[in-house]
């Protein structure tokens, strides 16, 4: 939108504003009715049933006697637990997002010719169309890189023959394009908003052939195609843990539900990419970075348990920080006890963390994962488990690879891109119904009156 506003303009949308509570503020009481469940979860936390899958589940808590229970966090693909499929890939030395790209989308775990003949497809798909970057990407740079690859992956339906096309092989096919491309889009939309916003030179890198996605990305991101063995690895292991994580997450429900009514697969994906962007869904892990910056500022004694504690009650009473409330980092929809992708992270993250510099900072997120708990018992009397999840320390492993910030929630949707394609593919060929859940509405009725009578 221009920046530039007549005084009559700027009026009428601040009369708007001022008058819109009036007619249209909804009471949170409102809310209330058995009925309605709010976020689509129960009154004890536990998500409203909203369909079946095979593809993966994330369990934080069991129901025994009609009672939730809490657990330690587990998440499946395909009925493989996430510890075991990083495991494998890390003992045998290798890449492990392709294998988790065929198993998500297959159903089953590629044998050592099916993967070999995975990773030629996805060598083969990964180069953007003839001209795409420089028509879609650096004509219309974005500061944003999430908005960009929204809007890149939507523009790919006009490099489409087949666009509308939902048999299976048509959405596997166009499934494996954008699991390929999407790396490059993000790393080019990156490379355009260096140079657009911060004057930065121009440097484009075109995917090389023979290397794994996370080799790829690492190359085409940096302007000097540098990367190390172990960035790779550890990139690799991020996109593996990020890939899917059930059917009710916010934007794998939101590709579903544009899914149900049998649009195109740009369409829906476009649609996650957005649920994604939010600061309470994948966004967090840029809030993570942001609030530990004003921790690090307003915490003098870093190694102090009753400074730490007394900012971090600062921050949950909307003191400092983004005065939204929040431990970014903390809790979950699912998990209670603990978050597998957090541990799994935060190992990494100790492991890196004195090499680069940073223990020091790895110790006062430890400290904030282990006090948030109390500043929320305190001020806001919850009793409820909470516990950090994939987003705290995902952040520092970023930093500490070199990735800077405006890339942390795109890399996320990298790896997501493939639950997303999956599930829209059972969304569409096993679905069955359009999802449309009601609303009660709070209106009453009223008689029309003419203009003049207003």
């Known amino acids: 939108m221009s920046k530039i506003m007549s005084q009559e303009t700027q009026k009428f949308f601040d009369n708007l504003c001022a008058k819109y509570p009036e007619y249209n503020q909804v009471d949170p009481k409102s809310y209330e009715n058995e009925n309605i469940k709010r976020g689509l979860r129960n009154a004890d936390g536990t998500g409203v049933l909203a369909g079946v899958t095979r593809i993966g589940t994330a369990q934080g808590y069991y129901v025994e006697d009609g009672v939730r229970r809490d657990m330690e966090g587990r998440l499946i693909y395909r009925g493989y637990d996430i510890r075991d499929l990083v495991a494998g890939s890390v003992e045998d030395d290798r890449f492990g997002f392709e294998e988790t790209i065929y198993l998500l989308l297959c159903g089953v775990l ?100 023979n290397l794994s996605l996370a080799e790829n990305f690492l190359y085409t991101l940096r302007q000097d195609g540098k990367y190390t063995p172990e960035e790779a690895r550890l990139l690799d292991i991020c996109l593996v843990l990020h890939a899917e994580h059930g059917g009710g997450n916010n934007s ?36 993570v970075m942001q609030m530990f910056e004003g921790i690090k500022e307003g915490v003098k004694k870093w190694d102090d348990d009753d400074e730490i504690s007394a900012f971090l009650e600062k921050i949950v009473l909307k003191k400092v920080c983004d005065r939204s409330g929040l431990i970014y980092g903390m809790g979950h929809a699912v998990y209670t006890l603990s978050d597998p992708r957090s541990i799994l992270l935060k190992k990494y993250a100790k492991d890196l963390a004195p090499r680069h510099g940073k223990l020091e900072e790895f110790q006062l997120l430890e400290s904030v994962e282990r006090l948030a708990p109390a500043a929320f018992a305190k001020i806001k009397g919850n009793t409820k488990t909470i516990s950090a999840n994939v987003d705290m320390y995902s952040g520092l492993v970023y930093e500490m690879l070199g990735i800077p910030p405006e890339l942390y929630t795109p890399i996320f949707a990298v790896a997501r891109m493939v639950g997303w394609c999956a599930h829209r593919i059972e969304e569409a060929l096993y679905g069955g119904r359009i999802i449309r859940p009601g609303y009660r509405a709070l209106s009453p009725q009223k008689a029309y009156s003419p203009l003049e009578d207003r």
């Open 252 to 287: 794998t429900f939101s590709c579903r539900t544009v899914t149900s009514s049998h649009t195109d697969t740009y369409s829906a994906i476009a649609a996650a990419i957005g649920s994604l962007k939010g600061p309470k869904h994948g966004g967090a892990n840029i809030k």
């Open 110 to 209: 590629p044998d050592s010719n099916q993967l070999s003949v995975l990773n030629s497809v996805i060598n083969e798909m990964c180069a953007l169309p003839a001209k795409f970057t420089e028509d879609m990407i650096l004509r219309a740079p974005s500061r944003d890189i999430m908005n960009k690859l929204a809007r890149a992956v939507l523009a790919l339906y006009s490099y489409d023959d087949n666009p509308d096309d939902i048999t299976l092989s048509n959405m596997i096919n166009q499934s494996f394009s954008l699991i390929a491309r999407s790396p490059m889009i993000v790393a080019h939309a990156y490379a355009a908003k260096r140079h657009y916003f911060d004057k930065e030179s121009l440097v484009l890198h075109f995917p090389k052939d």
